[in-house]
C-alpha cells in the first residue's frame, strides 16, 4: 500500500487571549446587571437570579487557564458578551480563509512545498461561515491553487476525519499532495452568558500538508499508519444553526442556535468510546500499547484526557507522553489535538509511534496512528 505521510503542520494563533480571571470579571459582571435589571422578579421568589462564576471552578473542572480569541472587546464587554468581526464585503477575503492562509503558510513551510505543489483542499471544522461558496475554494483561490476543494465538518472529529478522507484520496490517485485546514472561531457559536459553559472554546487555525512519502522531503515528516473514526449519534453535543432557521421562524438569538452540552453525560460516554477507540485500533493493526510514545488527544477537558491516557497506557501517562494545550488555548474544537502534535512532535525519534485522536459532537471520534519517517 502506498505509503502517506503527513509532512507539515501549521498553526495560526490570534493574538488576542483572554484569561480566565478577565473572562470570570465580565461574566460576574453581566450577572450582577441582570440580577439588579430582575430584582423584582428574584424578590417574589422566582428563580432567575444568575450564579456567579468562577475561576477555580474553570480550572479545577476543565484544565483551562486561557483561550486565544478573534475579538476580546466584545466578549468582555458585560453588554455586549460576544464577539464582534468586521462584516466584510464579496470581495474582501473571509475571515476564516484568512485565518486558513496563515495556518497554511507556515504547514507549507514546513513541509517545503509551495502552492503549485499542492492539488486538493479540504477546510475541515465544527463551524463554517457561510453556506456557500465553500470556504476551502476561496482558500484555493487566494494561494493559487489549482486543482480542487471541498469543506466538510464532523464537529470536532473535523481534523481526523479530514486526515482519513485526503490519505484515502492520495492512496487512490485523486490527487498527490493536499492541504487541510481547521480554522476554527469557536468564540463564535459560545453562549458567553451561560455560566456552564462560557469558559469552554477558545480560536485558532490549524494546517496539514499531506502527500505520498515518496515525495516528502521535510524533516519532522510523519507516516500514516493507519485510521479509524467511528460515529454514534447523541443529542449531547447539540447546535441547531442551520439553512432552515428562516423557515422554522427561529428568532436569531435563540438559545439552541448556538453550542449547548450535557457536559457529564459527554464526559461519561465519550471516554469509554474513545478509550476503547485507540485500544482496538492498535489490536487491530498489531501495535503493542509499550510501542506507544505519544499521545496527542483532543483538548476538551484535561480530566478526560488523564483517564484516556490511562486507560489506552495501563498507567498514568507522563505528561511528556500526553502533551496538553488547553491551559493555553482551551477548546478549539478539531484544532486541538492538531496543535498537540504541531507543538510537540519535532522531539520524537525515527520509527517512533504515535496516536492522534479527536472526539465530539455526533458523537464521532478518529484515530489515526502515525509513526516517525527516519
Ligand atoms: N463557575 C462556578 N460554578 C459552576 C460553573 C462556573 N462557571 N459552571 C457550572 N458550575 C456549577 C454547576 O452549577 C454545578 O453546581 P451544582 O453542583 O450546585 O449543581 C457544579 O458547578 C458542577 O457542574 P457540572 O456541570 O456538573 O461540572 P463538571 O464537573 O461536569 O464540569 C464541564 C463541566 C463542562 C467542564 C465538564 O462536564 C466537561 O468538560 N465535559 C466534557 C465536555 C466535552 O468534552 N464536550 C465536548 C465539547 S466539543
Not at 479509524?228 to 453535543?237: A, E, G, P, V
Request: net charge negative; with cysteine; hydrophobic share 40%.
Amino acid at each position: 500500500m502506498e505509503q502517506i505521510v503527513i509532512s507539515g503542520t501549521g498553526v495560526f494563533t490570534p493574538e488576542e487571549s483572554i484569561t480566565n480571571e478577565e473572562l470570570v470579571r465580565a461574566y460576574n459582571e453581566y450577572a450582577e446587571n441582570y440580577n439588579l435589571a430582575n430584582k423584582n422578579k428574584i424578590d417574589l421568589g422566582e428563580k432567575v437570579a444568575l450564579e456567579l462564576s468562577n475561576e477555580e471552578f474553570i480550572f479545577n473542572a476543565s484544565g483551562i487557564k486561557n483561550r486565544y480569541v478573534m475579538d476580546k472587546k466584545g466578549i468582555l464587554d458585560p453588554n455586549i458578551m460576544h464577539p464582534i468581526l468586521d462584516k466584510r464585503t464579496n470581495d474582501q477575503p473571509s475571515i476564516l480563509a484568512e485565518m486558513s492562509l496563515k495556518a497554511s503558510k507556515d504547514a507549507l513551510d514546513k513541509a517545503g512545498k509551495t502552492p503549485d505543489d499542492i492539488d486538493a483542499v479540504i477546510t475541515a471544522c465544527s463551524n463554517l461561515e457561510r453556506a456557500y461558496p465553500a470556504i476551502s475554494i476561496e482558500v484555493q483561490e487566494l494561494l493559487g491553487i489549482k486543482g480542487f476543494a471541498f469543506d466538510m465538518n464532523v464537529a470536532c472529529s473535523s481534523a481526523t476525519f479530514a486526515i482519513q478522507a485526503a490519505a484515502d484520496m492520495i492512496r487512490s490517485g485523486s490527487a498527490n499532495t493536499i492541504l487541510i485546514v481547521d480554522p476554527e472561531i469557536c468564540s463564535g457559536h459560545l453562549d458567553f452568558k451561560d455560566r456552564d459553559c462560557h469558559f469552554i472554546f477558545g480560536d485558532v487555525c490549524t494546517a496539514m500538508i499531506l502527500e505520498k512519502k515518496d515525495t516528502a522531503n521535510s524533516n519532522n515528516c510523519f507516516e500514516i499508519l493507519s485510521t479509524k473514526c467511528i460515529t454514534q449519534f447523541s443529542n449531547n453535543i447539540r447546535n441547531n444553526f442551520g439553512f432552515l432557521n428562516n423557515a422554522k421562524k427561529s428568532s436569531p438569538l435563540d438559545r439552541d442556535l448556538l453550542f449547548m452540552q450535557e457536559g457529564r453525560k459527554v464526559f461519561k460516554e465519550v471516554v469509554p468510546m474513545v478509550s476503547q477507540l485507540i485500544i482496538d485500533h492498535l489490536y487491530e493493526e498489531k501495535i503493542e500499547i509499550e510501542e506507544i510514545k505519544r499521545l496527542w488527544l483532543h483538548q476538551a477537558n484535561k480530566s478526560m484526557n488523564d483517564f484516556i491516557g490511562k486507560k489506552v497506557l495501563g498507567r498514568v501517562p507522563e505528561d511528556h507522553e500526553q502533551p496538553n494545550i488547553l491551559q493555553d488555548y482551551a477548546n478549539t474544537s478539531s484544532a486541538g489535538s492538531i496543535i498537540a502534535f504541531s507543538l510537540y512532535s519535532q522531539d520524537m525519534k525515527s520509527n517512533e509511534v504515535g496516536v492522534l485522536c479527536s472526539f465530539g459532537a455526533g458523537y464521532s471520534a478518529g484515530s489515526i496512528i502515525l509513526r516517525k519517517v527516519s
